[in-house]
């Protein structure tokens, strides 16, 4: 358990320190030894986790969707919670704005950017095809449209939040976007029960955040227990990173349920 718990933390020290040389250097420009460098691990730990710096960057454009959210009774209610909380992470964490810095680098040209967004699209594709299933959405929505339609919209609105004022309003412009978006797609039911509040994603993080603590603290239990003792068993809950309560400083135009 202690190598796993190692192997994790080395992994998203790099990942960290890729993502740091990525958003200062460009993509074209960074190097491996300069990662190195950064994370302060051997090239045999780097090569461990990625193969390459193509390899890198996509663990670094993953790191936009790597948090699992609270399941809720609407699914458009989780395609809210996403983009809210994408909102969120992008003003508090570095390793998520430098993902989507990364995906829209223009200058990049050696690197598929697609990845991430076609992950962004998966992700808001499945929510949207679950919430038909489920009559939350009008008829005529064209689900694979509606959900491209979302991320380039989303993509836009966070680049202007950073261009005009580094990111400090982009849960209110997410918010707005949701406002002027979701009723021309859902039934009008549904529409009025979704949360669309500006706070909304820092109480969702709050939640996930408390949970992991509970979930850590019980594997400490269990670990420590004596030989053949009893634990009850909780549910696994994923480990999320730290959200800090504050705005983060400027940072370089890095892009929901979600580059």
Same mark, same amino acid.
């Given at each position: ?5 190692? !192997? ?14 990525? @958003? ?21 730990? =780097? ?8 390899? =890198? ?18 699914? $458009?209610?989780? #395609?809210? @919670? ?5 909102? %969120? %992470?992008?003003?508090?964490?570095? #390793?998520?704005?430098?993902? &989507? ?5 223009? /200058?990049?040209?050696?690197? *598929? ?8 699209? *998966? ?18 929505? @064209? ?5 491209? =339609? ?8 966070? $680049?202007? +939040?950073? =261009?005009?004022?580094? %990111?400090? *309003?982009?849960? %209110? ?8 978006? $979701? ?5 009008? !039911?549904? $529409?009025?029960? #979704?949360?669309?509040?500006? @706070?909304?994603?820092?109480?969702? #993080? ?16 269990? +670990? ?12 696994? &809950?994923?480990? &999320? ?16 349920? /979600?580059?």
């Amino acid at each position: 358990m202690a190598r796993q718990e190692r !192997a994790i933390r080395t992994r998203r020290t790099i990942l960290e320190a890729a993502a740091a040389v990525f @958003d200062e250097r460009g993509y074209t420009s960074a190097t491996i030894g300069e990662i190195l460098d950064r994370a302060g691990v051997t090239k045999g730990a =780097l090569y461990f986790h990625f193969g390459s710096k193509e390899e =890198l960057a996509v663990g670094v454009f993953e790191e936009q969707l790597a948090i699992a959210l609270p399941p809720q009774s609407s699914k $458009l209610q989780e #395609l809210v @919670d996403s983009g809210l909380v994408m909102a %969120r %992470r992008l003003r508090s964490e570095p #390793l998520v704005r430098a993902s &989507v810095g990364l995906a829209l680098d223009q /200058g990049a040209m050696d690197l *598929d950017r697609t990845p991430a967004f076609r992950m962004w699209i *998966d992700q808001n594709t499945q929510l949207l095809t679950e919430a038909k299933a489920r009559g939350e959405l009008l008829q005529h929505v @064209d689900v694979a449209e509606t959900a491209e =339609l979302l991320v380039g919209s989303f993509s836009g609105v966070q $680049l202007l +939040s950073h =261009l005009r004022c580094q %990111r400090q *309003d982009l849960e %209110r412009r997410v918010v707005v976007l949701f406002e002027h978006f $979701l009723p021309s797609i859902t039934v009008p !039911a549904v $529409l009025a029960r #979704l949360d669309i509040s500006v @706070d909304r994603a820092e109480r969702l #993080l709050a939640q996930v955040w408390r949970e992991g603590e509970a979930a850590v603290a019980v594997e400490a239990s269990v +670990s420590s227990a004596p030989s053949g003792t009893s634990v009850p068993s909780v549910p696994s &809950v994923p480990s &999320v990173p730290s959200v800090p309560s504050g705005p983060s400083g400027p940072s370089v135009p890095s892009v929901p349920s /979600g580059a």
